[in-house]
């Protein structure tokens, strides 16, 4: 009886709406309104349906070997999982510090849902009032630090000379950077896997290379931290990789022009996209994600998630401390968001006090 008690106290995470009709235009996830590169698309011929027969490499040595080369690593650098939040799953169960965990108040409400799972002790450390983050409160900590950076949902990053600093102050510990958002302007900080064998550098195939339904994720970080990492993989669910991620994962690794060129667009739809909510005056966090994060005087979060929803566009509202007033838009195309953007305009017009 006792287990199902501790199991009742479990707080899951709640993942965005996933509406069954495609009614919607759907901003709420941050997926990429883009599709894969064509020659990902065209993978999924019969022949590779009917490999489905065999189980998949345990040891995913064709996707790690790619991706090896696009970073100048080795595959023995490289795990790959179902989507990163598999990685951050392991990280909680595998590495915890000294004194548990730290990550920021405002950020991916995973982390909080994996601490707990693991019964990793953890401590969320205040963003300063305009949500950056300040580095130094992050020196000499003896614990696993977890940051994703960009920051969701916020969007503010920042550089890797700022991720030296913890890094150099944290030797004992595990640093996770979650660059799950990292390909829409900011800069990465893999390159410092060189000098630290402390960075674990987390990365997904959902954001900027199209693949959120394909659930893949990798980190990339010092060969005996990957080891650990497959040890716990093998200890669970060795083939949790299929063959068609797999196969889709690899081919998307070849297309790196086109990826490039989307994230790209999707910066520059952002840009604009920023400018017409400042002009409908919202307050916009600059962000370096594929979302905007803002709030309009005058107009709660909440109502402006409700409103939204009537007009059949879905966007993110955090009921939480700090950031209830704001809403999380994923940037979608350039005719989506100036459907959003007429929406906002109504809804701010149905709102002005005379
Ligand atoms: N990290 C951050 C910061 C995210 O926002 C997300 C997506 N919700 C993830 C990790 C997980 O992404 P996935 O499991 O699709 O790779």
């Known amino acids: 009886m006792s287990r199902y008690f501790s199991l009742s106290q479990l707080q899951p995470?709640?993942?965005?709406?996933q509406p069954r009709s495609r009614d919607y235009?759907?901003?709420?996830?941050?997926?990429?309104?883009?599709?894969?590169?064509?020659?990902?698309?065209?993978?999924?011929?019969?022949?590779?349906?009917?490999?489905?027969?065999l189980y998949?490499?345990?040891?995913?040595?064709?996707?790690?070997e790619k991706l090896a080369g696009l970073y100048g690593l080795t595959p023995?650098?490289?795990?790959?999982?179902?989507?990163?939040?598999?990685?951050?799953?392991?990280?909680?169960?595998?590495?915890?510090?000294?004194?548990?965990?730290?990550?920021?108040?405002?950020?991916?409400?995973?982390?909080?849902?994996?601490?707990g799972l693991h019964q990793v002790p953890y401590r969320e450390i205040p963003l300063r009032a305009d949500f950056s983050l300040n580095p130094r409160d992050y020196y000499h900590q003896k614990s696993l630090i977890v940051i994703a950076n960009p920051n969701a949902p916020t969007g503010l990053a920042l550089t890797p000379g700022e991720?030296?600093?913890?890094?150099?102050?944290?030797?004992?510990?595990l640093v996770v950077i979650?660059?799950?958002y990292v390909d829409f302007g900011a800069e990465s900080c893999?390159?410092?896997?060189?000098?630290?064998?402390?960075?674990?550098?987390?990365?997904?195939?959902?954001k900027s290379r199209c693949l959120a339904g394909g659930r893949l994720g990798y980190a990339l970080g010092n060969p005996s931290v990957i080891a650990d990492l497959e040890r716990l993989k093998f200890s669970t669910n060795p083939y949790a990789l299929n063959r068609l991620t797999l196969a889709l994962g690899e081919a998307t690794v070849a297309e790196e022009a086109y990826y490039q060129k989307i994230s790209r667009k999707i910066q520059k739809t952002r840009e604009n996209t920023e400018k017409a909510l400042k002009s409908l005056g919202f307050l916009v966090i600059p962000s370096l994600g594929n979302f905007l994060f803002a709030r309009r005087p005058g107009i709660s979060g909440e109502n402006l998630?409700?409103?939204?929803?009537?007009?059949?566009?879905?966007?993110r509202h955090f009921p939480q401390e700090r950031i209830g007033e704001y809403v999380r838009i994923t940037i979608g195309t350039d005719e989506q968001m100036e459907k959003l953007t007429a929406a906002l305009e109504e809804i701010c017009h149905e709102n002005s006090p005379d």
């Open 190 to 206: 893999y390159p410092l896997l060189s000098q630290y064998e402390n960075l674990l550098v987390v990365r997904t195939f959902s």
């Open 305 to 315: 998630y409700q409103s939204l929803k009537e007009k059949a566009i879905l966007v």
């Open 25 to 53: 235009i759907k901003l709420n996830t941050n997926e990429n309104p883009y599709p894969p590169a064509p020659a990902v698309r065209n993978l999924l011929n019969p022949s590779a349906v009917a490999d489905l027969r």
């Open 163 to 173: 991720i030296q600093g913890i890094l150099d102050t944290n030797q004992d510990s």
């Open 178 to 180: 979650d660059e799950a």
């Open 76 to 115: 023995e650098q490289i795990f790959v999982a179902n989507g990163s939040d598999d990685i951050l799953n392991f990280v909680f169960w595998g590495f915890p510090g000294e004194k548990g965990a730290v990550f920021p108040d405002i950020t991916y409400g995973f982390y909080k849902v994996f601490a």
């Open 13 to 17: 995470y709640t993942p965005g709406e």
């Open 56 to 64: 998949s490499d345990p040891a995913c040595r064709g996707l790690k």
